[in-house]
């Protein structure tokens, strides 16, 4: 049988998509925290419980590394055909210490994740019961990504990184083929990501409420300006920009589904600490000092969504 050899010569490099999506923040970077956003307000609607989710798609990561240390590439098709994922045997001190999740806390969603039927010891295995995830697939994130993804190839294809952009249904399509590989490192992208953004916030629902106002600010910049900005230039104008416009309490409850008052006691805990500031509307917007400390973390983040973006497009392409 003939074996297709993939010409390394065609294959682009993580420090190329990377110069992309920092010297063309202000048109990628929209797109980019909005679907960080939408993929969050998912997170939470799934159980209303950040922590939960958390855990349940760390130990699906566990089994689509070991299909990948085993050179098993499972469709998106046969993947969700199973009607169970088994899981390795895990401790709580390994969920606490990989996820930042204090250790009884760790225990007690374990807990409450056993008791609702999610997690199931069946003979000597350990699953998880897909029939219990109404919202299990993850088409709308499949979907979200394939966009992204098609908005960067074109970018991409602009500065001769890529031949040609790809479209939106193609990259869904080598996602779905691809889709065990691809999907645990989508979960590579997002669970540090979380992680970093939850020890510095202290917790999910802070950042998830703050990441709502990023999203507002950086949607509300582009509408103004229209001018090609990196990610440095880009955040110190929404600064200087006095037509800057914030959002309120009821829209961030509305958007994330998180209930009112927490949504308000979080935001004056952010105000409090200088990370937003609020106006005679009530409208919160981010600060200027704030965006300082900001950036070397978005940095790193941008780093993996490159190396992400990359290995997507290789698959593509070789």
């Known amino acids: 049988m003939k074996i297709k ?15 992309v999506l920092e010297s063309k923040y202000s048109i990628i970077g929209s797109m980019w925290v ?11 609607a799934s159980f209303k419980d950040h922590d939960k989710f958390l855990i349940i798609i760390f130990l699906v990561k ?15 098709e046969q993947f969700y055909m199973m009607e169970s994922i088994e899981i390795e045997e895990f401790s709580i001190k ?6 930042n999740i204090p250790k009884e806390t760790a225990r007690r969603k374990i807990l409450e994740l056993e008791n609702e039927g999610f997690i199931k010891k069946f003979k000597k295995k350990m699953i998880i019961d897909k029939s219990k995830f109404y919202y299990f697939k993850p088409e709308d994130s499949i979907k979200r990504i394939s966009r992204f993804l098609s908005n960067l190839s074109e970018m991409c294809r602009d500065e001769k990184v890529l031949s040609q952009q790809m479209t939106s249904e193609d990259l869904e399509l080598v996602i779905k083929e691809n889709f065990s590989y691809i999907w645990k490192i989508y ?8 992680i970093a953004y939850k020890t510095f916030f202290k917790d999910w629902e802070t950042f998830h409420i703050f990441g709502i106002c990023v999203v507002n600010q950086h949607l509300y910049a582009k509408k103004i300006s229209k001018d090609l ?24 409850a509305d958007i994330t589904g998180i209930p009112r008052a927490n949504v308000i006691r979080k935001l004056r805990k952010l105000v409090k600490q200088k990370h937003l500031t609020i106006d005679a509307k009530k409208h919160y917007k981010l600060t200027g000092d704030f965006i300082k400390k900001l950036l070397p973390a978005q940095k790193n983040v941008l780093i993996r969504l490159a190396n992400f973006s990359t290995r997507v497009f290789n698959i593509a392409i070789l």
Request: hydrophobic share 40%; aromatic share 16%.
């Open 5 to 19: 050899i993939p010409d390394i010569s065609k294959q682009i490099y993580t420090k190329d998509t990377l110069y």
């Open 62 to 76: 566990t089994t689509l590394d070991f299909y990948s240390r085993n050179f098993t590439k499972l469709s998106y």
């Open 229 to 252: 900005m990196g990610r440095v230039d880009f955040f110190k104008s929404i600064f200087t920009n006095t037509k800057m416009q914030g959002i309120n309490a009821m829209s961030i």
């Open 187 to 194: 979960y590579e992208l997002q669970i540090p990501m979380m």
């Open 94 to 99: 390994d969920i606490s210490i990989s996820l």
């Open 34 to 44: 909005n679907h960080q956003m939408e993929w969050m307000s998912g997170v939470y």
